[in-house]
């Protein structure tokens, strides 16, 4: 039995729909979140700048003794996962292998769609995962950059003409091309589950990137005996690197429930 907490981090708050999953799969585990709200969205930056990030990250993260990290973050995980593994002792996991190995057992004809960050797109590491896994697999990747803006103002609703628009334009290609199953490559993107669904229509699988890792993160606990107390209920710290005056009502929208915990603010630069 280990109590130590597990760290999660993301560009801002989309990482909270993995801490629901999280919470979900592994309710015994303590959690501690960090949100990088001063420097949201991660996606299009260079990846100097997004090791720079994700390593201060980690470090206020690692103030708390973790027994493990959850990169909730897709631009991380595609270009600073490995880095990171390679610089810290404890387990690292990262959102892009167990989501591929999901979407390749949910397609029925091999053509997969990803939409993620332009930095996740770019750096072509769903696709090679992907055709590691399975070389005949058809991967069709779109870079979405306005829909973590738009998550993090609330824009997720089916109805609105703003959200539904941009959802059209960056889904009409993959659908052209004929893909059956979508990750949803960011971890903001599950708020937009239903407008995008509205969109693709029931013939498209979505494959959640926060849900997945939380599972591989559950296996990987389970298999070097890191598990928490399993008749305690976890619980749950919040950190962003900006204001949180409006964190509550954001991160009730991402999680799915009424929160009444402010976060607290940390002065990222210093890490």
Known sequence: ??????????????????????????????????????????????????????????????????????????????????????????????????????ALAVTKTGKTGVIATLASIRSGAYEACLRRLNPQVEVYGKPCPLFVPLVENGRTRPGDTVIETVAREYLEPLLEAGVDTLILGCTHYPLLTEVISGVCGSGVALVSAGEESAFELKRLLRDRDLRGDGSRQGEASFFVSDTPENFEDLASLFLQEDLHHMARRVDIDQY
């Open 1 to 102: 039995m280990d109590t130590r907490p597990i760290g999660v981090f993301d560009s801002g708050l989309g990482g909270l729909t993995a801490v629901r999953s999280l919470r979900e799969i592994l309710p015994e585990e303590d959690l501690v979140y960090f949100g990088d709200t001063a420097r949201v969205p991660y996606g299009g930056r260079a990846r100097e700048t997004l090791l720079k990030y994700a390593r201060q990250d980690v470090r206020f993260l690692q103030t708390f003794d973790l027994k493990a990290i959850l990169i909730a973050c897709g631009t991380v995980s595609t270009t600073c996962l490995e880095a990171l593994q390679a610089e810290n002792d404890l387990p690292i996991v990262g959102v892009v292998e167990p989501t591929c190995r999901r």
